[in-house]
């Protein structure tokens, strides 16, 4: 990481005293602070709690002239403006966001969409910052996941960024950006997960998906529910599947179609759901039985999305296959019904699952 710091800034063409101007956090976190208070007989909003996470420049600076500013950092202000003029007047240095790895919101700050619209609006105005910077939750805190680093064997954002890399079921390894919080933001018609950090072992790690539904923060689901969303949606290149008799296979080269049709008044959202099994557990003497146990896979991963598209529609109002934004191409009628009405829609749409997988080996 040193030696790639070195090399940007070198190939960057910076002098040594524009770097000594210079902060670059790898990691950010964002929190709201309490609860509105009475300035002057008016209601004010709470504080934002920014925290930044620094790489160690003493390990690449001659002599370690760029060492006096810590490698973590908490300010507080009313936006992100101020809380960036507080830094520079503490440390007579500028923040550069153009290595900044991964940002974090606090659970309190996506449960409050004024004060996330409002940062959003500064992150969008940042020309250093990158709209394929990732994005998590601290469930809790932001500042108190940037804070786990002595575990991290470095910096947080370095952690979180190898974190998301780590996760090889993804065909995106990336699946929530601040660019698709922003998108969100403006065409408000889609489901997004927010990858949800929570300590374990001293260690950051994902223990749930934060969902934001019409630019709403819902809840927290399960990682279990999160991945039958993205296997809806056909974001994995690999899922696990359990029959309930210690039969447990992997399923790769997953293909998944959806349909969406009209039945007595409401969207009937039809996901097919194909692919290709491998036996962790569990084994078959004979094409009989090999035939039973996927059937088993079968029926259980149906009855599995069966549960899973019920429960999110009736208690986070959230269409499982995220079918309205396909809507268009899919059912043209449906869409003119439901424009400009995701949240209508998500409500109305029931689904039908169909699901096929075809067992490749045994071991």
Same mark, same amino acid.
């Given at each position: 990481?040193?030696?790639?710091?070195?090399?940007?800034?070198? /190939?960057?063409?910076?002098?040594? =005293?524009?770097?000594?101007? *210079?902060? !670059?956090? /790898?990691?950010?976190?964002?929190?709201?602070?309490?609860?509105?208070?009475?300035?002057?007989?008016?209601?004010?909003?709470?504080?934002?709690?920014?925290?930044?996470? !620094?790489?160690?420049?003493? +390990? %690449?600076?001659?002599?370690?002239?760029?060492?006096?500013?810590?490698?973590?950092?908490? /300010?507080?202000? =009313?936006d992100l403006f101020r809380v960036e003029k507080s830094y520079e007047n503490n440390t007579n240095r500028v923040l550069d966001y153009n290595h900044i790895k991964a940002i974090v919101f606090g659970e309190n700050l996506i449960s409050d969409s004024k004060r996330l619209r409002s940062v959003l609006l500064a992150w969008e105005q940042q020309e250093s910052a990158a709209r394929n910077i990732s994005l998590f939750v601290g469930r809790g805190t932001a500042a108190e996941i940037l804070t786990l680093n002595e575990e991290t064997e470095g910096s947080m954002g370095t952690y979180l960024e190898e974190l998301l890399e780590s996760q090889k079921d993804f065909r995106q390894k990336k699946i929530a950006t601040l660019g698709s919080l922003i998108n969100q933001w403006h065409n408000q018609d889609e489901l997004l997960l927010l990858p949800a950090l929570s300590e374990q072992g001293s260690r950051p790690a994902v223990s749930g998906y934060a969902a934001i539904k019409d630019f709403e923060y819902r809840g927290i689901l399960t990682v279990e529910e999160a991945m039958q969303v993205f296997l809806c949606q056909g974001l994995l290149e690999t899922f696990t599947c359990e029959s309930g008799k210690d039969e447990v296979a992997e399923i790769s080269d997953i293909r998944v179609l959806q349909k969406v049709e009209e039945s007595e008044g409401v969207p009937v959202v039809t996901v097919s759901v194909k692919g290709q099994g491998r036996m962790k557990s569990g084994q078959a003497s004979s094409a009989g039985q090999q035939y039973q146990i996927e059937q088993r896979m079968e029926k259980s991963l149906t009855a599995g999305l069966q549960g899973c598209a019920q429960k999110l529609r009736e208690e986070y109002g959230i269409d499982i296959?995220?079918?309205?934004?396909?809507?268009?191409?899919?059912? *043209?009628? /449906?869409?003119?019904?439901? *424009?400009? +009405?995701?949240?209508?829609?998500?409500?109305?749409? *029931?689904?039908? !699952?169909?699901?096929? %997988?075809? %067992?490749?080996?045994?071991?």
């Open positions: 990481m040193a030696a790639a710091f070195l090399g940007m800034f070198l /190939l960057g063409g910076c002098e040594s =005293e524009e770097l000594e101007q *210079r902060s !670059f956090p /790898l990691a950010v976190g964002v929190d709201v602070q309490g609860k509105p208070s009475m300035e002057d007989g008016k209601e004010a909003e709470p504080k934002l709690v920014v925290s930044f996470d !620094f790489p160690d420049l003493a +390990q %690449i600076s001659e002599k370690g002239k760029a060492v006096d500013t810590p490698m973590s950092m908490s /300010l507080e202000g =009313e296959a995220n079918s309205y934004v396909s809507l268009g191409g899919l059912n *043209r009628d /449906l869409y003119w019904d439901y *424009r400009n +009405q995701p949240e209508k829609y998500s409500q109305s749409a *029931r689904h039908v !699952f169909e699901v096929e %997988i075809d %067992i490749l080996n045994w071991e």
